[in-house]
């Protein structure tokens, strides 16, 4: 079972970038579909970007299309999701996450213990 531990979340302006990172342990994850989810309080986890096993497909929802992109590294075992131009309503807790195929990228089996991105106006 792949293990996920995000980092790279903290509090910044509106504007800003940040730059999270997943890193996983116990299988590689070229065996997966990754995604990053989001939940802000008192909203449902959604999901934000998910790219395919090698990189290839990807999918943003709308809200983020044009400023997040999410990339992986297989070599490294390490998912990324760089967020430019930040807005307060970017403000949740993120979340990696792992599904088997790329058609279930929204319904994964493994999640990461997340990282709280604050964006401040």
């Known amino acids: 079972q792949v293990q996920l531990d995000e980092s790279g979340g903290g509090l910044v302006q509106a504007g800003d970038s940040l730059r999270l990172s997943c890193a996983a342990s116990g299988r590689t994850i070229s065996d997966y579909a990754m995604s990053w989810f989001r939940q802000a309080p008192g909203k449902e986890r959604d999901v934000v970007a998910a790219?395919?096993?090698?990189?290839?497909?990807?999918y943003y929802a709308d809200p983020v299309k044009g400023r997040f992109t999410i990339s992986r590294d297989n070599a490294k075992n390490t998912v990324y999701l760089q967020m430019n131009s930040l807005k307060p309503e970017d403000t949740a807790v993120y979340y990696c996450a792992a599904a088997a195929t790329w058609g279930a990228y929204a319904r994964p089996h493994t999640w990461g213990q997340g990282t709280q991105v604050t964006v401040s106006s």
């Open positions: 790219i395919n096993y090698r990189g290839i497909s990807t």
